[in-house]
């Protein structure tokens, strides 16, 4: 965790952090006796943490890479400071307006048209009708959806509801943005352009907290990074440093995963092989 500065404004911290699932939630109890059982054996385990001990903080002008393998835990982390999970146990306090863009379409109505999507999000997001509609041109504009602006979010593609989403989070200046992966939606053009605006508030002393599997994105537009596995941080500092890390912790699952295939292919053709023929 890095040395906090009294003088500096902190936006987000974080401490102790564990969001904790409930695994048997939903499954069928056959009977009393076999709920009895499972209780009274000790490696039945039916709690999973999604987080733990997750600690650290976000100051004014920082953007934070957050990254990890699939399943680490990085997108409910993400849900947990936008207050849309709240954590099994610790502390999350998180000072300032947030906007977020954590799953592209949600949020929207399939109904409506991209306009009066821009409306509800505002009025979602907390934000005053006359300030929503100052910043209307400017999200259309942005968007570059032309006359599809006017109708039914059914029927855009998953760019165009990228594009959208990302000019409403980002249309209000927020104080804390949360992204999740909207930067590789997308053409190539959008990605870019989404860089540059992200870029824009860093520089404008936002806080940005961003999910990604883009290492160079990390490296360089994130000013820290922070890698996250099976659920507890495992590094968090200067983004190449992490990012190293991380690429070389992929690299060795995936020869411990190529070597575990091939012995399992070895182990599955000798069993399966015929056995000899006996001699008469």
Request: glycine share 8%.
């Amino acid at each position: 965790m890095s040395a906090y500065r009294p003088n500096e404004h902190v936006a987000i911290r974080a401490a102790d952090v564990g969001v904790k699932y409930n695994l048997r939630l939903g499954k069928k109890r056959t009977t009393f006796r076999e709920t009895f059982v499972r209780r009274l054996r000790r490696g039945d385990r039916t709690d999973f943490w999604a987080l733990r001990n997750v600690s650290f903080q976000v100051r004014q002008g920082e953007s934070l890479g957050v990254i990890g393998p699939n399943g680490a835990g990085k997108s409910t982390l993400l849900q947990v400071l936008a207050g849309i999970i709240l954590p099994s146990e610790g502390e999350v306090d998180v000072d300032g307006h947030v906007s977020s863009l954590l799953t592209l379409g949600v949020g929207f109505d399939q109904e409506l048209s991209g306009i009066d999507n821009i409306r509800l999000a505002g009025a979602f997001m907390g934000l005053d009708h006359r300030l929503v509609e100052e910043r209307l041109p400017w999200i259309v504009e942005y968007a570059e959806l032309g006359q599809f602006i006017d109708v039914p979010i059914k029927t855009y593609s998953s760019g165009m509801r990228a594009r959208l989403g990302f000019a409403i989070a980002t249309s209000v200046e927020p104080d804390i943005l949360l992204l999740d992966e909207v930067l590789a939606t997308g053409d190539a053009a959008f990605r870019e352009k989404s860089k540059l605006r992200v870029a824009e508030l860093v520089t404008a002393a936002k806080a940005i907290v961003l999910v990604t599997h883009d290492m160079n994105w990390v490296t360089e537009y994130c000013n820290r990074a922070m890698l996250i596995e099976q659920g507890g941080i495992v590094l968090e500092g200067e983004p190449q440093e992490v990012v190293d890390l991380h690429q070389e912790r992929s690299a060795k699952r995936r020869e411990e995963q190529k070597a575990a295939g091939v012995f399992g292919a070895k182990a599955i053709a000798a069993a399966t092989a015929s056995p000899p023929a006996s001699r008469r």
